[in-house]
């Protein structure tokens, strides 16, 4: 059955909406956007957190140093990164403990990639929706991003076929997180269809 990680939280009703909903991993972005935490936030608000959920920390330029430092603090278990990613930095944060997605955008995924995820998205949180189809496969652990929202999920994982589906702005209303759309998102991404 796919997986569901909700990105982008900022306040405790966030967290307990995917407490609620039983999401599998929170996302919390360190990167400059409109969902940006700092690292006194995520800690105070994974605090909260089921700890069977696990939790992603958003990178676009970050250092490796930053990035580890931020996992030693306590605040993830994952480092997402967007942008260009060297070999040598991903088996440094591995190294370190650190679980490792690496971001593809568009249609192109590398299979060689060290990562421990690899994700296709659409562009930097931009919430744009992919061309499912022609998402190439690969039998590595895939997330699938971009677009998607509590309507279109579904239809996504049945074209796709991705590990783990990630949403932010799809499950917001007027900005903010909306556990009703949270909690729709994850029982359509879930649900199981018996012919």
Same mark, same amino acid.
């Given at each position: 059955?796919?997986?569901?990680?909700?990105?982008?939280?900022?306040?405790?009703?966030?967290?307990?909406?995917?407490?609620?909903?039983?999401?599998?991993?929170?996302?919390?972005?360190?990167?400059?956007?409109?969902?940006?935490?700092?690292?006194?936030?995520?800690?105070?608000?994974?605090?909260?957190?089921?700890?069977?959920?696990?939790?992603?920390?958003?990178?676009?330029?970050?250092?490796?140093?930053?990035?580890?430092?931020?996992?030693?603090?306590?605040?993830?278990?994952?480092?997402?990164?967007?942008g260009?990613?060297?070999? %040598?930095?991903?088996? %440094?944060?591995q190294?370190?403990?650190?679980?490792v997605?690496?971001?593809? %955008?568009?249609?192109?995924?590398?299979?060689?990639?060290s990562?421990?995820?690899?994700m296709?998205?659409?562009?930097?949180?931009?919430?744009q929706?992919?061309?499912?189809?022609?998402?190439?496969h690969?039998?590595?652990?895939?997330?699938?991003?971009?677009?998607?929202?509590?309507?279109?999920?579904?239809?996504?994982?049945?074209?796709?076929?991705?590990?783990?589906?990630?949403?932010?702005?799809?499950?917001?209303?007027n900005?903010q997180?909306?556990?009703?759309?949270?909690?729709?998102?994850i029982?359509?991404?879930?649900?199981?269809?018996?012919?």
């Open positions: 059955m796919v997986k569901v990680k909700i990105c982008g939280l900022m306040k405790p009703d966030d967290i307990q909406a995917v407490n609620e909903a039983q999401a599998d991993f929170a996302g919390f972005v360190f990167a400059p956007s409109r969902h940006y935490v700092s690292l006194e936030t995520a800690l105070s608000l994974q605090t909260k957190l089921n700890p069977e959920i696990q939790k992603v920390g958003v990178f676009v330029k970050e250092s490796v140093a930053e990035i580890i430092a931020i996992h030693q603090a306590g605040a993830i278990d994952i480092a997402q990164l967007h260009k990613s060297t070999p %040598e930095e991903i088996a %440094e944060l190294d370190a403990g650190l679980k997605i690496q971001v593809f %955008e568009r249609q192109s995924i590398n299979d060689q990639s990562a421990d995820y690899l296709v998205d659409s562009g930097k949180g931009s919430g929706t992919l061309n499912w189809e022609s998402i190439p690969t039998n590595r652990t895939m997330i699938l991003a971009g677009g998607l929202n509590p309507s279109n999920v579904r239809h996504a994982v049945d074209v796709v076929n991705p590990d783990i589906v990630d949403v932010s702005t799809g499950v917001e209303t900005g997180k909306d556990p009703a759309k949270i909690m729709n998102f029982k359509n991404a879930k649900e199981e269809y018996v012919l």
